[in-house]
C-alpha cells in the first residue's frame, strides 16, 4: 500500500536549519506529485512546496522562497524539505502528501485535497 513515511524534525533556534525527509512507497514515483504541507495549532494547514517527481518542477510558498528548498532522490522515492534561516513562525507540524492539488494565489499554496498524507513530523523554532 501507499506509504508516506517523514522525519527530521525538531527544535532549532532561530536562524538555524533542518531537512525533513520523505519516504514513499507503494507506487509508482514519477507518477505523482509529492508536496510538503504545515499547520500551527489552531491555523490551517498551508502549502509549502511541491515537487512534479516525474519532471523535478517545483513550487513554493512565497512565505519560504529562498529559504527552503524541495529536492528529491528519485532512485530512493524520497523527497527533502531544507529549511534554512528558520523562524518562529515556522513552528508547525509538517506533512508529506500525495497527488495534491493547490490553488495558487498571492504567492500562497491552498491545500485543496492529497489522496495519502503522512503522519507529520514537529518543527520547533524558537526566538
Known amino acids: 500500500q501507499v506509504q508516506l513515511v517523514e522525519s527530521g524534525g525538531g527544535s532549532v533556534q532561530s536562524g538555524g536549519s533542518l531537512r525533513l525527509s520523505c519516504v514513499s512507497s507503494?507506487?509508482?514515483?514519477?507518477?505523482?506529485?509529492l508536496g510538503w504541507f504545515r499547520q500551527a495549532p489552531g491555523k490551517g494547514r498551508e502549502g509549502v512546496a511541491i515537487?512534479?517527481?516525474?519532471?523535478?518542477?517545483?513550487l513554493y510558498a512565497d512565505s519560504v522562497k529562498g529559504r527552503f528548498t524541495i529536492s528529491q532522490d528519485n532512485g530512493k522515492n524520497t523527497v527533502y524539505l531544507q529549511m534554512n534561516s528558520l523562524k518562529p513562525e515556522d513552528t508547525a507540524v509538517y506533512y508529506c502528501?500525495?497527488?495534491?492539488?493547490?490553488?495558487?494565489?498571492?504567492?500562497?499554496?491552498?491545500?485543496?485535497?492529497?489522496?495519502?498524507w503522512g503522519q507529520g513530523t514537529q518543527v520547533t523554532v524558537s526566538s
Open positions: 502528501a500525495r497527488d495534491v492539488i493547490v490553488a495558487v494565489a498571492a504567492g500562497t499554496l491552498r491545500p485543496l485535497g492529497g489522496d495519502h
Open positions: 507503494g507506487y509508482t514515483y514519477g507518477a505523482k506529485n
Open positions: 515537487v512534479y517527481t516525474g519532471t523535478g518542477s517545483t
